[in-house]
């Protein structure tokens, strides 16, 4: 069956995101961003599975050893079953992602959501970026086409509507993603009949 995997820093909504989609209600529980197993739903109007896969990213008092783990454990994940996943969903903080992304970009670093969004595209999975909790922000375009320019995207954003989907999770407004989803599922179900 196809999959479909969800990654995102701790409390950018993944949760949230996961419950609108899917119907399941469920607790993450424990530590945020050290779940180790993959866990697997159905999406109920569509017969593939999601993957939540919050190692991902930023992990507050998380050793570093144990951060680059589970990092490791992702990559791994994702490229063992590149096969059957069916795209990786970017769940972001709209209100933050760009703040965050420049301020890893300036210290040197590649911020964790490029670098998954790269590596997804890299190993073809197709990403789509979630910019989530889109109620916190005042100028949607504009933040929306800093997202696209920080991931590689050349604005406009409205250019990218198969890949950007902004949600607001907390009031279930997640069309634009089920459209995204939607899309690659279709296009997946024609590829299978090719
Ligand atoms: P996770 O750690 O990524 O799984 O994030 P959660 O789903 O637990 O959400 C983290 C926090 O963000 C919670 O307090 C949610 O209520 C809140 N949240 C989720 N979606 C939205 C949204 O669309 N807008 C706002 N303002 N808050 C949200």
């Given amino acids: 069956d196809a999959e479909v995997v969800l990654v995102g820093r701790s409390n950018v909504g993944k949760s949230t995101v996961m419950r ?11 530590k945020p961003g050290v779940t180790r197993q993959p866990n697997h739903y159905d999406w109920v109007s569509e017969s593939f599975m999601f993957t939540d896969l919050p190692g991902f990213g930023f992990m507050s008092g998380v050793e570093s050893d144990r951060r680059e783990e589970i990092k490791t454990d992702v990559i791994r994940y994702v490229e063992d079953n590149a096969d059957r996943i069916l795209t990786g969903v970017v769940v972001l903080d709209g209100k933050s992602a760009v703040d965050i992304i420049d ?15 790269g590596f997804l595209e890299e190993v073809g999975v197709d990403p789509i970026v979630a ?3 889109t109620d916190k922000i005042d100028d949607l375009d504009e933040r ?3 997202i696209c320019d920080r991931l590689g995207l050349f604005p406009p954003w409205q250019q990218w509507s198969d890949t950007v989907a902004p949600i607001c999770a907390k009031r279930g407004d997640i069309g ?8 690659r599922f279709h296009a997946h179900n ?5």
């Fill in 190 to 194: 024609r590829d299978d009949l090719l």
């Fill in 144 to 146: 929306l086409d800093d």
């Fill in 131 to 133: 910019v989530n909790k």
């Fill in 103 to 117: 301020r890893h970009t300036e210290r040197g670093n590649v911020p964790h959501d490029v670098e998954m969004f």
């Fill in 20 to 30: 609108e989609l899917t119907g399941h209600d469920f607790s993450t529980g424990g």
């Fill in 176 to 183: 634009a993603l089920e459209d995204c989803l939607s899309e």
